[in-house]
């Protein structure tokens, strides 16, 4: 994917899933809402630049080879919803507070 795709500032959906992208996941738009790019099988990187994407209520990255660990910074994403990771090379816990935050006590 091109890092040019960050320009498209309208942009709220990216649905790319079952494709071929290769390298890492680009600068994405700020306003980006969804984010559907699961079975890929080589696309790489890591979910830190996910987490100033404040907007985002959808995440599936499943099926693919997204790796490091997933952010204490992603509790501030308020919309989050949904986030697949399955079948990735992401270690480690889900961090307490962003459990705390979309999953904790009223939720």
Known sequence: LSESIQ???FLEELDLDYNDFRGPLPQLPSGLKALDMNDNPNLTGSLDSLSTLTHLAFIALHETKISGTI???????????????HGTNLQGPMPASLCASHFGEGK
């Open 71 to 85: 952010p204490e910074a992603m509790s501030n994403l308020n919309d989050l919803e949904v986030l697949t990771v």
């Open 7 to 9: 320009k498209l500032g």
